[in-house]
């Protein structure tokens, strides 16, 4: 079983950048692709970002693609969430989980395991 923390959200105003933090412990994070999701209030949880196993592979949403990026380090068995350019729309809890289907399904949450508890990004303009 892996344990999924997240951090690194927090308060900014609209066009700064925030950068979000994924440690996991229990196995090693280099076994699974990685993914990141948000939710807004009333929202469904939407894919924003995923991440294949080695890192050389990844894959984003179009309401971030060229303002975000996700990366990993493998060493530290942790995968990040790099934000720029944030609009009030980005708005929202965001969790990491962990890939347990097909990198090629990356932006399906159904594929999705241990999920953490979440981190806060509120955005204001």
């Known amino acids: 079983q892996v344990q999924l923390v997240e951090s690194g959200g927090g308060l900014v105003q609209a066009g700064g950048s925030l950068r979000l933090s994924c440690a996991a412990s229990?196995?090693?994070?280099?076994?699974?692709?990685m993914g990141w999701f948000r939710q807004a209030p009333g929202k469904e949880r939407e894919f924003v970002a995923g991440i294949s196993r080695s890192g050389r592979l990844t894959t984003y949403a179009d309401t971030v693609k060229g303002r975000f990026t996700i990366s990993r380090d493998n060493a530290k068995n942790t995968v990040y969430l790099q934000m720029n350019s944030l609009k009030p729309e980005d708005t929202a809890v965001y969790y990491c989980?962990?890939?347990?289907?097909?990198?090629?399904?990356?932006?399906?949450?159904?594929?999705?395991?241990?999920w953490g508890q979440g981190a806060q990004v509120t955005v204001s303009s």
């Open positions: 989980a962990t890939n347990i289907g097909s990198y090629t399904e990356a932006d399906n949450p159904r594929v999705y395991d241990n």
């Open positions: 229990g196995r090693t994070l280099s076994n699974y692709g």
